[in-house]
């Protein structure tokens, strides 16, 4: 693991790379008692030509920093930080697994370590990276769709909130709607927002929206990153892509629940998928709203723009198509 320890009195101390072990620390951590932490989730591959390469780290560095501001903890040198990282990993570089269906999981972890019931900016911090192999996601090898449970009693995130930066907070207050949403037979979460009910994001994963929109255009649609939005790197490859294809329109725009509804009876809608960094992409087939199920016809649809955008980036990640975005480590 990675180890980093920070003082407002002493900056920051030197990195070390030591064994993975439990932490020691006082019972009143603001970590603890006022959830004063964040954490990033990113990868590393194995290529087909034997490499070990890291997808895009640099934006997953971005939006650490951004979520340390939010959550008043220490800043940090993101090309320092992205360093460190990539020692450790070839440090480690037997955990990456000999498969191009599994990766290294990498999650870098910053919480506030200050020993005081105070509710205020932490006087101490600690900077760690924990390191695990992961299989596929999709323990068949194909593509399985998910349902989802959308139900507007439920919010993730709010405006002028903390939905756009990836703080634990955010997640464990979503796993009581999660445990709702499997008891009713749903995989996931839609989660809504707002009176119209505007779709925003899949369980913990950004939301596509592949249709015909209302004026007749092929359209790739996303919620905008208006503060509840988690700027997902898997999404932001995904736009990009898609952009660098032009063969149709893509958009950043607000979807509710009466647009797709109306798309569905119109025969508008081609596929819905969420994207994330463990699932890449991951085909959506049905909704449960207002006690209706809503069918989606991904499946039906091949999933062809599924598909597409999930072999083009894991044939980058592999190291199968030569790309800037793919960091190689050794």
């Given at each position: 693991?990675?180890?980093?320890?920070?003082?407002?009195?002493?900056?920051?101390?030197?990195?070390?790379?030591?064994?993975?072990?439990?932490?020691?620390?006082?019972?009143?951590?603001?970590?603890?008692?006022?959830?004063?932490?964040?954490?990033?989730?990113?990868?590393?591959?194995?290529?087909?030509?034997?490499?070990?390469?890291?997808?895009?780290?640099?934006?997953?560095?971005?939006?650490?920093?951004?979520?340390?501001?939010?959550?008043?903890?220490?800043?940090?040198?993101?090309?320092?930080?992205?360093?460190?990282?990539?020692?450790?990993?070839?440090?480690?570089?037997?955990?990456?697994?000999?498969?191009?269906?599994?990766?290294?999981?990498?999650?870098?972890?910053?919480?506030?370590?200050e020993?005081?019931?105070?509710?205020?900016?932490?006087?101490?911090?600690?900077?760690?990276?924990?390191?695990?192999?992961?299989?596929?996601?999709?323990?068949?090898?194909?593509?399985?769709?998910?349902?989802?449970?959308?139900?507007?009693?439920?919010?993730?995130?709010?405006?002028?909130?903390?939905?756009?930066?990836?703080?634990?907070g955010?997640?464990?207050?979503?796993?009581?709607?999660?445990?709702?949403?499997?008891?009713l037979?749903?995989?996931?979460?839609?989660?809504?927002?707002?009176?119209?009910?505007?779709?925003?994001?899949?369980?913990?994963?950004?939301?596509?929206?592949?249709?015909?929109?209302?004026?007749?255009?092929?359209?790739?649609?996303?919620?905008?990153?208006?503060?509840?939005?988690?700027?997902?790197?898997?999404?932001?490859?995904?736009?990009?892509?898609?952009?660098?294809?032009?063969?149709?329109?893509?958009?950043?725009?607000?979807?509710?629940?009466?647009?797709?509804?109306?798309?569905?009876?119109?025969r508008?809608?081609?596929?819905?998928?969420?994207?994330g960094?463990?699932c890449?992409?991951?085909?959506?087939?049905?909704?449960?709203?207002?006690?209706?199920?809503?069918?989606?016809?991904?499946?039906?649809?091949?999933?062809?723009?599924?598909?597409?955008?999930?072999?083009?980036?894991?044939?980058?990640?592999?190291?199968?198509?030569?790309?800037?975005?793919?960091?190689?480590?050794?």
């Open positions: 693991m990675l180890f980093i320890e920070w003082s407002l009195d002493s900056g920051w101390e030197k990195p070390q790379i030591k064994p993975l072990e439990n932490l020691s620390v006082h019972p009143a951590i603001s970590a603890f008692h006022y959830a004063v932490e964040l954490f990033e989730g990113m990868k590393a591959y194995r290529g087909v030509d034997g490499k070990i390469r890291l997808f895009r780290p640099r934006l997953n560095m971005d939006r650490m920093l951004r979520s340390a501001v939010r959550a008043t903890l220490p800043g940090f040198d993101k090309e320092e930080l992205l360093e460190c990282i990539r020692k450790l990993v070839e440090v480690e570089k037997e955990w990456v697994p000999y498969s191009t269906a599994a990766s290294l999981y990498i999650r870098p972890t910053l919480i506030g370590t020993p005081s019931l105070g509710v205020k900016k932490p006087s101490k911090a600690l900077l760690y990276v924990i390191l695990s192999p992961v299989g596929p996601y999709f323990s068949s090898g194909t593509f399985n769709p998910i349902s989802l449970w959308a139900d507007p009693k439920y919010v993730r995130a709010w405006k002028g909130g903390t939905g756009d930066c990836k703080l634990g955010n997640y464990g207050s979503s796993i009581y709607a999660q445990r709702e949403a499997m008891e037979g749903c995989q996931q979460v839609l989660w809504l927002y707002g009176e119209d009910h505007q779709i925003t994001e899949v369980g913990t994963m950004n939301l596509f929206l592949h249709w015909q929109n209302e004026d007749g255009e092929e359209e790739l649609s996303t919620p905008p990153l208006d503060g509840i939005i988690l700027p997902g790197v898997t999404r932001q490859s995904i736009l990009d892509l898609a952009h660098k294809w032009g063969q149709f329109k893509v958009s950043e725009r607000y979807i509710t629940m009466s647009d797709l509804i109306a798309a569905l009876k119109d508008r809608v081609k596929e819905m998928f969420g994207a960094t463990a890449v992409v991951c085909p959506v087939s049905t909704i449960l709203y207002m006690g209706e199920h809503l069918h989606i016809p991904t499946m039906e649809n091949g999933p062809k723009i599924a598909t597409r955008f999930l072999k083009q980036l894991t044939d980058i990640q592999y190291g199968r198509e030569d790309s800037e975005w793919a960091v190689v480590v050794s």
